[in-house]
């Protein structure tokens, strides 16, 4: 469940999403390498105690897209994660704020263009109720860096080249197309993911990492 603060009355979205955005995905685009070769498949168990331990600290900027059988949403994004929480900042293409979405201990905190906010302790439910689609924000937080959660089953498909291939957690498949050019392998950073859970997909183009 989520709550609409008070004092605002409420606030839907249609099912289309926030906006709507034609984004220009293919100005300043990377041009895409062919998937690697799948050499090996490992099963990854969980690891006692580490529900709700994060990932390492990072930020990115890039572009995110959303599909399914209903809908279709691009914007801009700007992610900034660390062990307290993250900040999460989704951008029409002229650079205005369509959604904020800040994660701490407390919970999930959502906040609209026209500065509508809700609060929720489950973000999956939160963005599917305001943003129309389930953005796995927990798993996420390690598979943009092209590693599994360490809280649940993974199934891990390394490729010839030694980077990860594809992930299946949670019932998400996450593929990995490009990585940036990196001199040692662990820490090559992705580039381009896919994301897909049934008829939901989620495309995430990464401009610009940084560490902390």
């Known amino acids: 469940m989520f709550t609409l603060v008070a004092g605002y009355k409420r606030f839907s979205f249609p099912r289309c999403g926030l906006i709507l955005f034609a984004f220009p995905f293919l100005?300043?685009?990377?041009?895409?390498?062919?998937?690697t070769a799948v050499v090996s498949t490992v099963i990854i168990e969980p690891v006692a105690g580490t529900e709700g331990v994060g990932a390492a600290n990072f930020g990115l900027i890039g572009r995110v897209s959303v599909k399914d059988e209903k809908q279709g949403f691009s914007s801009g994004i700007h992610w900034h994660h660390t062990d307290m929480g993250d900040q999460i900042l989704l951008?029409?293409?002229l650079g205005q704020a369509v959604a904020q979405i800040q994660r701490n201990t407390e919970g999930?905190?959502?906040?609209?263009?026209?500065?509508?906010?809700?609060?929720?302790?489950d973000v999956e439910g939160l963005t599917e109720?305001?943003?129309g689609w389930h953005l796995p924000l927990m798993g996420l937080q390690y598979w943009v860096q092209s590693m599994n959660s360490p809280a649940t089953t993974a199934t891990v498909d390394w490729g010839s080249d030694g980077r990860i291939v594809a992930i299946r957690q949670d019932d998400w498949e996450i593929t990995y197309s490009s990585y940036f050019p990196s001199e040692q392998l662990q820490?090559?950073?992705p580039r381009v993911l896919v994301l897909n859970?049934?008829?939901?997909?989620?495309?995430?183009?990464?401009?610009?990492?940084?560490?902390?």
């Not at 100005?27 to 998937?35: F, K, N, P, Q, T």
């Not at 999930?108 to 302790?121: F, G, N, W």
């Not at 008829?199 to 902390?212: A, F, G, H, N, S």
């Open 27 to 35: 100005i300043g685009c990377v041009a895409l390498s062919a998937r």
């Open 91 to 93: 951008l029409s293409p």
């Open 108 to 121: 999930i905190r959502l906040t609209t263009s026209e500065q509508k906010v809700y609060y929720a302790a």
């Open 129 to 131: 109720q305001v943003l």
């Open 187 to 189: 820490t090559a950073r």
């Open 197 to 212: 859970r049934g008829e939901l997909r989620i495309k995430l183009v990464i401009d610009q990492w940084k560490t902390d």
